[in-house]
């Protein structure tokens, strides 16, 4: 029972951050004390309390202390699910020192474990338990503090959008200085998937490509995950239908660079849509919404019923799918971004793109649509062809849809085509917004 994951929630004089902790049991006063100064560096915290069932402060100052209050709150985690409740997370309040100057110096001393790099006697270190430890340390001060960004740092401004699932805002990060976009989804969920989804997400740390959206980082608070990444100030596809050839060239480029990414990654973006690419001004174009946590799309999912429009025939009939399935997506999103409406006429989509199965059995059973004759070139038409072929081993491997003529012939790494288009729409936009 005490090894189960929990979420801290440190409060500090700036707002509230909440950190996983996936192995309780091995954690340490010293070790969180170091993780309290990290997230209030000046501060000189040597202690910190939590609340009992009444209300009242139990202060803790060593290991002992610490294990009282994880066994007090596993009580009190118990009883909030059996009475149907979503556990609060283990609330502790810093406690600063008098002075810096008479601060006991035995806080900082805490730590008993022995530590072969600060003795020089030990001319070898003594064991793989040893690094294990250290290991796990480092380990809990970097997810307590990974958490850099909290809702109280956070100034939201406008809403951008509504998803399936989620609100987007543009908001501006205090401490960081910058714009972000935030998804806030609401999840009743237990802490256990919480925590779930928080580590499925690590991967975003490490996604770095310039065709993928940025990600800054994710929080829970109460029943809601909050997603910060970049902001793109041009928005989504989905929004300026339409789009000339030259300028859809350039942009399908950078699609298929960060699909190719992911994919080295062995990740799917299985929600490829118009929705789910972003430009800015400057000409880039960024995916975003890619799936890297199951357990966040299945938490999802038993919310928001329905079957996304842009999915490959295979996924719509419940069949195994792969690479193909978001390679057929980006064919029927360029589809629809080339004729400016989606490309089954018997499918409006009119709320999202989720939509009951049976409306979809259509994109199963039919042969994929095709283009009027002479509006668009050789190159693109045949691309969407390939990649919308029923057969997903028919439609190109990832390194053919790099070397195909329609990409190679765009592949020029000219950010001003898109640049200037997207400048060209906002404005067109506000006009008409202030008219
Ligand atoms: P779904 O929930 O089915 O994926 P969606 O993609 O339209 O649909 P969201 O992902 O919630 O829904 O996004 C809502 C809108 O917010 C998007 O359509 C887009 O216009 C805007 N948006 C999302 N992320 C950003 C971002 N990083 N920068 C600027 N705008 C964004
Ligand atoms: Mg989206």
Same mark, same amino acid.
């Given at each position: 029972?005490?090894?189960?994951?929990?979420?801290?929630?440190?409060?500090?004089?700036?707002?509230?951050?909440?950190?996983?902790? @996936?192995?309780?049991?091995?954690?340490?006063?010293?070790?969180?004390?170091?993780?309290?100064?990290?997230?209030?560096?000046?501060?000189?915290?040597?202690?910190?309390?939590?609340?009992?069932?009444?209300?009242?402060?139990?202060?803790?100052?060593?290991?002992?202390?610490?294990?009282?209050?994880?066994?007090?709150?596993?009580?009190?985690?118990?009883?909030?699910?059996?009475?149907?409740?979503?556990?609060?997370?283990?609330?502790?309040?810093?406690?600063?020192?008098?002075?810096?100057?008479?601060?006991?110096?035995?806080?900082?001393?805490?730590?008993?474990?022995?530590?072969?790099?600060?003795?020089?006697?030990?001319?070898?270190?003594?064991?793989?338990?040893?690094?294990?430890?250290?290991?796990?340390?480092?380990?809990?001060?970097?997810?307590?503090?990974?958490?850099?960004?909290?809702?109280?740092?956070?100034?939201?401004?406008?809403?951008?959008?509504?998803?399936?699932?989620?609100?987007? !805002?543009?908001?501006?990060?205090?401490?960081?200085?910058?714009?972000?976009?935030?998804?806030?989804?609401?999840?009743?969920?237990?802490?256990?998937?919480?925590?779930?989804?928080?580590?499925?997400?690590?991967?975003?740390?490490?996604?770095?490509?310039? !065709?993928?959206?940025?990600?800054?980082?994710?929080?829970?608070?109460?029943?809601?995950?909050?997603?910060?990444?970049?902001?793109?100030?041009?928005?989504?596809? @989905?929004?300026?239908?339409?789009?000339?050839?030259?300028v859809l060239g350039r942009i399908a480029v950078a699609v298929v660079k960060g699909l190719t990414y992911l994919w080295s990654l062995k990740i799917l973006h299985r929600d490829v849509k118009p929705s789910n690419m972003l430009v800015n001004?400057?000409?880039?174009?960024?995916?975003?919404?890619?799936?890297?946590?199951?357990?966040?799309?299945?938490?999802?999912a038993k919310t928001y019923v329905g079957t996304n429009a842009y999915m490959a025939p295979e996924r719509i009939s419940g069949e195994q799918y792969g690479i193909h399935a978001d390679v057929w997506s980006v064919g029927i999103s360029f589809?629809?971004?080339?004729?400016?409406?989606?490309? !089954?006429?018997?499918?409006?989509?009119?709320?999202?793109?989720?939509?009951?199965?049976?409306?979809?059995?259509?994109?199963?059973?039919?042969?994929?649509?095709?283009?009027?004759?002479?509006?668009?070139?050789?190159?693109?038409?045949?691309?969407?062809?390939?990649?919308?072929?029923?057969?997903?081993?028919?439609?190109?491997?990832?390194?053919?849809?790099?070397?195909?003529?329609?990409?190679?012939?765009?592949?020029?790494?000219?950010?001003?085509?898109?640049?200037?288009?997207?400048?060209?729409?906002?404005?067109?936009?506000?006009?008409?917004?202030?008219?």
């Amino acid at each position: 029972m005490d090894t189960e994951a929990i979420v801290i929630r440190i409060k500090t004089p700036a707002g509230d951050m909440d950190s996983a902790v @996936d192995c309780p049991s091995v954690l340490n006063f010293n070790d969180l004390l170091v993780a309290i100064r990290d997230v209030m560096p000046e501060a000189t915290v040597t202690a910190f309390e939590y609340e009992d069932e009444v209300g009242d402060r139990i202060t803790v100052r060593s290991d002992e202390e610490l294990k009282a209050m994880l066994s007090y709150y596993y009580n009190t985690m118990n009883e909030q699910r059996m009475n149907g409740l979503l556990p609060d997370p283990l609330q502790i309040f810093p406690r600063a020192g008098k002075t810096p100057g008479n601060r006991n110096i035995h806080g900082l001393k805490v730590n008993t474990r022995p530590n072969p790099a600060n003795d020089c006697t030990h001319a070898v270190p003594d064991s793989m338990a040893n690094n294990s430890l250290k290991k796990s340390s480092a380990e809990l001060k970097r997810i307590l503090t990974n958490g850099q960004i909290n809702a109280q740092d956070i100034n939201y401004q406008e809403q951008l959008g509504h998803g399936n699932g989620g609100t987007v !805002y543009k908001a501006y990060h205090i401490l960081g200085k910058r714009v972000l976009a935030v998804k806030v989804i609401p999840l009743d969920i237990t802490v256990e998937l919480q925590k779930q989804i928080m580590s499925e997400l690590e991967i975003l740390y490490k996604c770095d490509s310039p !065709y993928i959206i940025t990600f800054f980082s994710a929080f829970f608070v109460e029943n809601r995950i909050s997603i910060c990444t970049e902001f793109m100030d041009g928005g989504s596809l @989905d929004v300026y239908k339409r789009i000339p050839e030259h300028v859809l060239g350039r942009i399908a480029v950078a699609v298929v660079k960060g699909l190719t990414y992911l994919w080295s990654l062995k990740i799917l973006h299985r929600d490829v849509k118009p929705s789910n690419m972003l430009v800015n001004t400057r000409g880039q174009v960024k995916l975003c919404d890619f799936g890297v946590s199951t357990q966040l799309v299945n938490s999802i999912a038993k919310t928001y019923v329905g079957t996304n429009a842009y999915m490959a025939p295979e996924r719509i009939s419940g069949e195994q799918y792969g690479i193909h399935a978001d390679v057929w997506s980006v064919g029927i999103s360029f589809m629809e971004l080339a004729l400016g409406m989606f490309p !089954y006429p018997q499918i409006q989509k009119n709320q999202g793109s989720l939509m009951p199965l049976q409306l979809l059995q259509c994109i199963v059973d039919e042969d994929p649509p095709v283009f009027p004759v002479g509006q668009f070139s050789e190159k693109f038409v045949h691309f969407i062809t390939q990649c919308m072929r029923r057969q997903p081993k028919e439609r190109p491997a990832p390194n053919n849809l790099m070397d195909h003529s329609f990409i190679t012939q765009f592949n020029d790494g000219n950010a001003e085509v898109v640049s200037m288009w997207v400048c060209r729409c906002l404005e067109e936009r506000r006009a008409q917004q202030g008219h």
